[in-house]
């Protein structure tokens, strides 16, 4: 059974860092294209970054470029994003996605609540 579990979610101050953390279980594919998404309150969904399996090309919307770090442990099949100077505007949950290329399926974790308040 494909699974994506995201972890590394809270409240933190502006200012502060996270570590999110995808872990992927039940497949393998490759290549691959790994990605993190972010919906806020009331907003739709939007993609913030990905990296390739198993080239590890990655690549970030501009509105995080800086800030957001996505990097990937291969033996944990796991994924990351470093999040740092964090804003309220970054609140929103956190997700997950695993694309295997020639798929059309695409596999979703069930999210990381991530809430930036003083």
């Known amino acids: 059974q494909v699974q994506l579990v995201e972890s590394g979610g809270g409240l933190v101050q502006p200012g502060g860092s996270l570590r999110l953390s995808c872990a992927v279980s039940g497949f393998t594919c490759s290549p691959y294209l790994m990605s993190w998404y972010r919906q806020a309150p009331g907003k739709e969904r939007e993609w913030a970054a990905s990296?390739?399996?198993?080239?590890?090309?990655?690549t970030y919307a501009d509105s995080v470029k800086g800030r957001f770090t996505i990097s990937r442990d291969n033996v944990k099949n796991t994924v990351y994003l470093q999040i740092n100077s964090l804003k309220p505007e970054d609140t929103a949950v956190y997700y997950c996605?695993?694309?295997?290329?020639?798929?059309?399926?695409?596999?979703w974790g069930q999210g990381t609540q991530v809430t930036v308040s003083s």
């Open positions: 996605r695993r694309v295997c290329v020639g798929d059309p399926a695409k596999y």
């Open positions: 990296i390739t399996g198993p080239d590890g090309d990655i």
